[in-house]
């Protein structure tokens, strides 16, 4: 469903504390909002006595109400002081999984948060990373203080059904926030208590400021122990209390269960076909997990394919309606941008022009396609907004004279560089081995997947395939419907007025800003072909479709060319969306699931536990500089029994079955 996110209308009172106009009522305590959370969060909780105690790699606390991200921060700080206290100690990782209806514009953070100075390096890096304000996960990595925030954007009752969780439980402790429940009755629901008793492991606690009989009583209906104790400041009692009774069932759609059935840790080996954005990229995101891999290249060095053009524009390609596709470029595209500006900070070398990126409209089609897009405005402007053709022109350094699209945190890449700095950070946590000039095949023997290369085989734990167009040599994706297309991108030689362009321009194709004194001009699309032969007709097909698309500019028309360029074959899918997930045999998917076109209800599937020795991570297309972090993070994630940052919805977009239960959801003659 498509819906614009309300921002919080918020004024200071004469304390100078935040007050949501929607709620006439306070974000934190007039008092001392930082010893507020301390008492009834921190405490509340008993959280440094339980994770001296915990014996798990990660713990999660399930927050309903971000508000401002104080009960974050003070427990970001509380944690970053555990881990320096225990540098040794089991736990290793934070997780804040948290839910606002009403996001905070960041000015007015900034001004509620700047009477904490003890919090203020946490303030600063909330700051750095807070998102615009769209409905979904974002996956903010506050990586000094060991932690990882999910902030999800929506109404607590449509979001937490979204959350996939384990079979035991997901939750581990639960900050009860939001307004009190006598100002915010729609929060405080049946629906809210049972929805935490499905994500809670048995003997996850809770702690609450309010003691209000309604929340006492649902959350005893749900299955909580309720513990009373004393408030904070002028109130006299507030609730705590832990799961006592889980619930029958935790997992709603069985057919889509992603966690296996055994989390990946530290004594495992996981290895990864494919050296490009997709397998560098998963692996620095399961080495900084702790997980030791190994990585196989087809080529003599990584990047060899796809992943080794020059520059790759770097942007989301949104529609008038938050579709599921749209909705997967946005959040991927918000969180690459977060994860190269992490690298960068890191100071990994790799070419990054944070420029922008102008959508011209080039035609009378795609100009109506972006008036409605602006009519509907379900986009946050940091993200996509209009620009007059005086702007496009102040922006691109060259004539636009007319309206267009500006994504201004885009902007373009060298995707090889990415890849090194990606390996690099890898190789850096002393976990990562290289294999190139390696051609696999699979074999599964009990608990390890085999993996032959020449006359060497080589055992891991677990396997997943990031072989781009290569993965359709794999049997055990032979039932994916993949689609290899050839694309040749020019080199174009810097020249008047192009020296002057200061933005990647997108048409029908796209150009980049000069870099060493060349610009990307790109691309073409041919269907099932895997041949890397640079070809003097596609270079012509280039040029047309860039002098077609901008048939009113003189310059366009002038480009003069030395016919350097590259080509590469792209993966895609038959839906056009990555595909992310464990490799489920296809019989096993049709004996379980052939008859769902007759409409049985969920509860009458068992959940199917899989094994997940094979996964896969693929079919970026043209995307992969915006999806493949996301992409990393969901898998990697999901091998690690954490939070998965993205909703059931947009998961079952990406999953590797979908195309089989799509089919099983016709009736046969439909299919035939």
């Known amino acids: 469903m498509s819906t614009r996110l309300q921002a919080a209308n918020v004024h200071f009172n004469e304390a100078g504390t935040p007050v949501a106009d929607s709620f006439d009522d306070v974000y934190f305590s007039n008092d001392s909002g930082c010893d507020e959370t301390l008492h009834v969060f921190i405490n509340g909780n008993d959280l440094t006595e339980r994770w001296l105690t915990w014996q798990a790699p990660h713990f999660v606390i399930g927050e309903t109400g971000f508000g401002t991200g104080l009960n974050c921060l003070i427990a970001m700080q509380a944690f970053k002081q555990f881990r320096a206290s225990h540098p040794d100690h089991p736990l290793k990782q934070l997780y804040i999984v948290s839910t606002e209806k009403f996001p905070i514009a960041v000015e007015d953070l900034k001004r509620a948060l700047a009477v904490f100075p003890a919090v203020a390096e946490e303030v600063n890096a909330l700051v750095s990373l807070y998102p615009p304000a769209l409905p979904g996960c974002h996956r903010l990595d506050f990586t000094a203080w060991h932690t990882c925030v999910d902030l999800w954007m929506g109404d607590v009752h449509e979001l937490l059904p979204q959350w996939h969780c384990p079979l035991n439980g997901l939750i581990d402790a639960w900050f009860l926030d939001g307004f009190a429940p006598s100002k915010n009755p729609d929060m405080w629901t049946d629906a809210l208590f049972g929805q935490m008793a499905r994500l809670s492991k048995t003997g996850a606690t809770f702690a609450t400021f309010t003691a209000a009989g309604i929340v006492k009583r649902g959350l005893k209906e749900a299955g909580f122990a309720i513990v009373k104790r004393k408030g904070f400041g002028r109130k006299r009692d507030m609730l705590t209390g832990y799961l006592a009774t889980a619930p029958a069932r935790r997992v709603t759609t069985p057919w889509h269960y992603r966690y296996p059935a055994t989390p990946a840790t530290t004594r495992e080996h996981i290895a990864i076909i494919g050296a490009g954005l997709a397998g560098s990229t998963l692996a620095l995101a399961l080495c900084q997990r702790g997980i030791k891999v190994s990585l196989f290249g087809h080529g003599s060095a990584p990047a060899d394919g796809a992943s080794g053009n020059r520059q790759g524009g770097f942007y989301p390609q949104l529609q008038a309606d938050q579709s599921n596709p749209a909705l997967i470029q946005a959040h991927g595209f918000l969180y690459a941008k977060r994860h190269y500006d992490g690298l960068t900070a890191r100071e990994l070398s790799f070419t990054y022009d944070n420029c922008g990126v102008l959508l011209l409209g080039f035609s009378e089609e795609v100009t109506k396609r972006q008036q409605n897009l602006l009519a509907k405005a379900l986009w946050p402007e940091q993200l996509i907004h209009p620009v007059s053709a005086d702007e496009a022109c102040a922006i691109s350094g060259i004539d636009i004279h007319n309206e267009a699209l500006f994504v201004p945190a885009g902007g373009w890449l060298c995707p090889a560089e990415v890849v090194g700095a990606q390996l690099t950070a890898a190789r850096q946590t002393g976990l990562l081995q290289e294999f190139y000039d390696s051609r696999l095949s699979l074999t599964s023997h009990q608990d390890t997947v085999v993996l032959s290369n020449h006359e060497k085989d080589i055992a891991a734990d ?211």
């Not at 270079?539 to 003189?554: F, R, V």
């Not at 954490?642 to 009736?667: H, N, V, W, Y």
């Open 462 to 672: 677990r396997i997943v395939i990031a072989a781009g167009h290569e993965c359709t040599e794999f049997e055990q994706l032979a039932h994916l419907p993949l689609r290899p297309v050839r694309g040749q991108v020019e080199a174009i030689p810097t020249q008047q007025p192009l020296n002057q362009l200061t933005t990647v321009l997108c048409h029908k194709g796209y150009l980049t800003p000069g870099w060493q004194g060349r610009h990307a001009l790109g691309s073409t699309y041919v269907k099932g072909d895997t041949d890397t032969t640079v070809r003097e007709t596609e270079t012509g097909q280039n040029l047309a479709t860039h002098a077609k698309a901008l048939a009113d500019y003189d310059w366009a028309h002038s480009i003069s060319h030395d016919n350097t360029a590259r080509a590469s074959v792209r993966l895609g899918s038959a839906d056009h969306q990555p595909i992310v997930g464990s490799v489920i045999n296809p019989a096993t998917t049709t004996a379980r699931y052939r008859e769902l076109y007759k409409g049985k209800h969920v509860s009458q599937y068992e959940v199917a536990l899989e094994d997940q020795k094979v996964l896969v991570m693929t079919a970026l297309g043209s995307r992969g500089l915006t999806t493949a972090p996301l992409m990393a993070e969901i898998l990697a994630s999901q091998l690690c029994h954490q939070p998965l940052p993205m909703s059931e919805t947009l998961l079952q977009a990406l999953a590797p079955e979908r195309f089989m239960l799509r089919t099983f959801k016709r009736p046969p003659e439909e299919t035939e």
